[in-house]
């Protein structure tokens, strides 16, 4: 009896797990990279005037992976909050589909972007358990695509251009894991285009491309893996 009662706290003490040290959370200012997944989509409404004139329906057909490579610059405010400035690059691909008569029209229009793209946001921090931490993120992003075109290229059959700048708004959810020497975070978040980006100016001979949408607006969605 006496040996389980000494045996008792030593047994309680190796299961409570050791805190790692967070002297990257105390600074001011702290710096890390971030690499991530994304899919390129479009939320697209279809002008329904040429719908039910000619009964040609836009839409997304496929999501397509691409991926995203930031700077991370995190000020910290108070003791909760974050103020976080990501600046990177991202690229993917958008694939449009046409329906005439609920079949595919002719080929899909694949729109591929090469975004610099600069998020501010606010990064609100829960109670940290253990060596985990929830957060949640929310803020704006100017996005400018290096792959916007001027005109239309007669080698490749894609009928639609876009705008190349274009302000998003941001939400999102993680968790970040203290190790012993970094913090490494998941992160999951949307991103919405408040900007129609569609050019309205067709092309020569393929008007119907154009005009078969009223507005095209992005959306964004990113898995990403923080190191701070």
């Excluded at 501010?120 to 929830?134: A, E």
């Excluded at 913090?183 to 408040?194: C, Q, R, T, Y």
């Excluded at 129609?196 to 067709?202: A, I, Q, R």
Aim: hydrophobic residues 40%.
């Amino acid at each position: 009896m006496l040996l389980l009662i000494l045996l008792s706290p030593r047994t309680i003490a190796q299961k409570k797990k050791p805190l790692n040290k967070s002297w990257y959370d105390e600074k001011p200012v702290h710096f890390g990279f971030s690499i991530g997944l994304n899919t390129f989509d479009f939320r697209v409404t279809p002008d329904l005037n040429y719908f039910s004139s000619d009964s040609l329906f836009p839409e997304v057909s496929t999501l397509t992976p691409g991926i995203n490579i930031q700077v991370v610059i995190d000020y910290r405010p108070a003791q909760y909050w974050d103020i976080r400035f990501l600046p990177g690059v991202s690229f993917g691909q958008r694939n449009l589909v046409y329906y005439l008569n609920q079949e595919v029209y002719d080929d899909n229009q694949k729109v591929e972007s090469s975004f610099l793209e600069f998020p501010l946001l606010l990064k609100y921090k829960g109670t940290r358990l253990n060596n985990v931490r929830p957060y949640m993120v929310t803020g704006l992003n100017f996005r400018h695509d290096l792959a916007g075109r001027k005109g239309y290229d007669d080698d490749k059959d894609v009928y639609l251009r876009l705008h190349r700048s274009d302000l998003y708004y941001e939400f999102g959810a993680g968790l970040d894991f203290y190790l012993p020497y970094f913090k490494f975070a998941i992160e999951v978040k949307m991103s919405n285009g408040l900007r129609n980006v569609l050019v309205g100016d067709p092309a020569p001979g393929y008007p119907q491309y154009v005009n078969a949408i009223d507005k095209l607006k992005s959306q964004i969605w990113v898995i990403a893996f923080h190191f701070e």
